[in-house]
């Protein structure tokens, strides 16, 4: 069975600073990695993800993954923080199947930006 | 254009009380999903649908019955609704081959 462990369910920067929200994984097969972003009372927006190739994948509002097989991570991170990223950043992970990839989630990282 | 489109967006009933919620994507993707985020933000997959056909079924109680008329469409109606099932009901919708699920805004079902 799939698992996802985010470390930190609240993580606190300062508008400007370095941003980075760990994910581990567990996975008998080669994972698909994603990163959600969810903003109060909306649905779950695709920050990025990993299927195949490049290791580092880039995604939207200047975040950042990486997939290190070795040590089962995908964390999440942006060099800069702005206000605009407060909202709550799930990874998740599924399997390659041809259809209906079964999403699981982790737990969730609260992001908070102080100005 | 809303990708992925529920309704309601919110949703307050009475205990032992039948309810359904409807799930719209014009993404023109085959799969549908339902999944439930509880209390604590946690999210777990309830169904699947492939071209209408249920393809994945996790434990959810049988009150819950997820039906798809067309592709385009998944329904998700629950009989005899309890406290427990107070949650944000999320519709995401995906293609065959393809990886990305998108997902709507959610429904939140509070039972009294």
């Known amino acids: 069975a799939q698992s996802v462990t985010q470390l930190g369910s609240h993580v606190s920067v300062s508008e400007g600073a370095l941003v980075l929200l760990r994910c581990n994984y567990s996975s008998s097969v080669p994972p698909y990695l994603f990163w959600y972003v969810q903003y109060p009372n909306q649905g779950l927006q695709l920050l990025l993800k990993y299927t195949t190739g490049a290791t580092l994948v880039k995604g939207i509002n200047g975040f950042e993954a990486e997939f290190k097989k070795s040590e089962t991570s995908f964390h999440l991170t942006k060099p800069s923080a702005h206000m605009s990223d407060a909202a709550e950043y799930f990874c998740?992970?599924?399997?390659?199947?041809?259809?209906?990839?079964?999403?699981?989630f982790g737990a969730g990282t609260i992001l908070r930006v102080k100005s | 254009d809303t990708a992925v489109s529920q309704t309601p967006k919110y949703l307050v009933t009475q205990m032992g009380n039948d309810k359904s919620i409807k799930c719209e994507q014009n993404l023109g993707h085959d799969t549908m999903y339902w999944y439930k985020q509880d209390s604590k933000k946690f999210l777990k997959i309830m169904f699947s649908y492939n071209n209408k056909e249920l393809i994945i079924n996790e434990t959810v109680p049988n009150r819950f019955s997820p039906k798809s008329p067309d592709k385009a469409h998944l329904n998700l109606h629950i009989n005899s609704l309890e406290l427990g099932d107070s949650a944000v009901y999320f519709c995401?919708?995906?293609?065959?081959?393809?990886?990305?699920?998108?997902f709507g805004p959610g429904t939140r079902l509070t039972v009294l």
């Open positions: 995401a919708s995906s293609q065959s081959g393809v990886d990305t699920q998108y």
């Open positions: 998740a992970v599924s399997d390659r199947r041809e259809y209906g990839n079964k999403l699981v």
